[in-house]
């Protein structure tokens, strides 16, 4: 693929991880049909095609596929040089059913996890672990406590937060609590962000500005919507893998979402690109955005997913896409 990635600096960390990152959430995943969207085999095409592309930053997550996620991309690096990457996973779901200690943040199930996490990874570290939500049984210095022992142990080199919704003050409690004790604080985020989604525009992001924590947003194509292949009044398309469908509709074939997805595809034909393109290079010119997480189904989609990096957007036309939404904190 003639295409080479640049690096772009985590936050202050001082990592250096690739512009766009590969999200792997598909892997092993089946569909309510029971059929499996990403086979072992396609998973790793894809993965070769993102490494062609100059990718280095790989997002999982251990109950992405039921495990089988980490699994394959653990198999794919073993012909690899593992310093050459910046594998990501996040923690938090149940791993065991009818086990109330099998899931959340508590200290058993986070520090038994990572074990197994880096076996099926076949790696001896993470470069960044996520929570990937919020545990409310947990108490903010228990689970900060915890987290810093793995950093200790060197199992773990960076912490993030990976969210659902905006909650800005629990990141800044979070990261307070290690100030005092001297622990490490979390130093990149995974929030939902796209030109529909836009919620974390208010305080989070400055919280982040502020206190120099990287982002990696999920979902930079609002599950699909950005792709362009959704139009007004029109059925669903028979590609579609839009989850919860009646839900998804919803909350997004909404008047509001397609004023901005016009927007969207008058730059795109302005500079030669798809809707998914400009919907990324939106938040590749973002000053407060790390790397976008992609994902994909085949080669092909990823690498027009990819080539996004090759979109410039003038000021002018970074700034219409940025006031298309008429009230971007809307889903807050």
């Known amino acids: ?3 080479d990635l640049d690096t772009v600096p985590m936050g202050r960390t001082g990592l250096e991880v690739s512009e766009i990152a590969f999200g792997t959430w598909r892997f092993g995943r089946e569909t309510a049909a029971g059929n499996l969207e990403i086979s072992r085999e396609r998973g790793h095409d894809l993965l070769d ?5 100059g990718g280095r930053f790989i997002d999982t997550a251990n109950v992405y596929g039921g495990g089988v996620s980490e699994e394959w991309i653990g198999e794919w690096m073993e012909e690899r040089n593992r310093d050459e990457f910046v594998i990501a996973s996040k923690i938090f779901g149940s791993t065991r059913e009818d086990d109330p200690n099998a899931g959340g943040l508590n200290r058993k199930h986070v520090r ?3 074990d197994v996490m880096l076996d099926r990874l076949g790696t001896d570290y993470l470069d960044v672990l996520y929570i990937h939500r919020w545990d409310e049984s947990t108490a903010a210095r228990e689970l900060m406590r915890t987290l810093n022992s793995l950093v200790e142990d060197g199992k773990v080199h960076y912490l993030g937060a990976s969210t659902g919704r905006p909650n800005g003050w629990r990141i800044a409690r979070a990261n307070e609590i290690a100030r005092q004790h001297g622990w490490v604080p979390f130093t990149v985020t995974q929030p939902r962000y796209s030109l529909v989604n836009r919620e974390i525009e208010a305080e989070y992001m400055e919280l982040c500005r502020e206190r120099d924590i990287g982002i990696a947003p999920w979902s930079p ?3 699909g919507f950005l792709t362009g292949k959704y139009e007004r ?8 893998t839009a989850s919860d469908s009646d839900r998804w509709e919803e909350n997004y ?5 397609f004023d901005v997805l016009d927007e969207v595809r008058d730059v795109a034909e302005e500079v030669g690109a798809t809707e998914a393109q400009v919907a990324l290079a939106y938040q590749l010119h973002h000053a407060d955005v790390t790397a976008p997480i992609v994902g994909a189904r085949t080669t092909d989609q990823l690498e027009e997913n990819l080539r996004a990096a090759t979109v410039s957007l003038s000021d002018e036309q ?4 940025e006031a298309s939404k008429a009230d971007p904190y809307a889903d807050i």
């Open 49 to 53: 095609t993102y490494e062609a592309a």
């Open 112 to 114: 038994n996890q990572i």
């Open 318 to 321: 970074f700034e219409r896409l």
């Open 253 to 257: 074939l909404t008047e509001t979402n």
């Open 233 to 240: 009044d029109a059925d669903m398309p028979d590609d579609s």
């Open 221 to 223: 194509l609002a599950q």
């Open 1 to 3: 693929m003639d295409l």
